[in-house]
């Protein structure tokens, strides 16, 4: 597991009557060899903790192929360049936050509460910041579009069976607004604000629209599981 999402492994792939969320453009390899499309995953894996450990600069093609133990000409027959492994790592990071989210183990997967659910999926982007942030800014809305819309319909989908009233798809949109890679990394870098108070602060919003709605949880046990903002006070 890295970044809080299921290892492809750890995924049941079943029916669940999930809908289908991917929809944002594949930049697998045509007709790939299992083992080489193997071979490719652990490559991803490998730059994906090297950024989560030591940030996106020390992502190279020179550093991956020492951290996979692989010679270099490997790495660059994979991906070409340092902007081709980065377009390959973001949708290989997307591509696993999604699978998760339709057959992974809850509470991200199925088979837990939806506000619960709601509440892991914002975590698990979070997380992906430190992974996608800067490749999110640079590609821009091209590799983006397809991508937002899957985690829209995710959204709105939980809040609908969460019972949450009033307009879904604004309420949605205004979720998804706080895990914008724009805004998060700002945050981080120029605000200094840690990506935990971040995290806990979105759970604290997603479970406050939702709270009276949560079914079998009374307002007592909200409160006392439910962070409060910076500086406010018990009643």
Excluded at 75 to 81: A, D, I, L, M
């Amino acid at each position: 597991m890295i970044l809080g999402i299921p290892a492809q492994e750890e995924i049941a792939h079943q029916p669940c009557g999930e809908p289908a969320l991917l929809t944002i453009p594949d930049t697998d390899v045509p007709n790939e060899r299992s083992d080489a499309a193997r071979n490719r995953r652990a490559l991803l894996e490998a730059a994906a903790r090297l950024i989560t450990e030591h940030g996106p600069a020390a992502l190279t093609m020179d550093e991956l192929a020492r951290h996979a133990g692989v010679g270099k000409g490997t790495v660059y027959r994979r991906f070409g360049s340092r902007s081709g492994l980065m377009l390959a790592l973001l949708d290989h990071s997307e591509r696993r936050l999604q699978a998760a989210m339709i057959s992974g183990p809850p509470p991200l997967g199925p088979g837990a509460d939806p506000v619960d659910r709601l509440v892991a999926f914002g975590r698990a982007k979070l997380e992906l910041i430190p992974v996608q942030g800067d490749v999110l800014m640079a590609v821009g809305p091209i590799f983006a579009e397809g991508a937002y819309a899957a985690m829209l319909d995710h959204a709105v989908m939980l809040l609908g069976q969460s019972g949450t009233p009033g307009d879904l798809l604004l309420t949605a949109q205004l979720l998804l607004a706080g895990l914008d890679a724009h805004l998060v990394l700002h945050q981080i870098r120029e605000q200094n604000i840690p990506l935990e108070r971040i995290a806990d602060n979105w759970e604290t919003v997603a479970r406050r629209l939702t709270q009276q709605y949560t079914p079998n949880a009374t307002a007592d046990q909200m409160t006392a599981r439910t962070p409060r903002f910076p500086g406010e006070h018990e009643p």
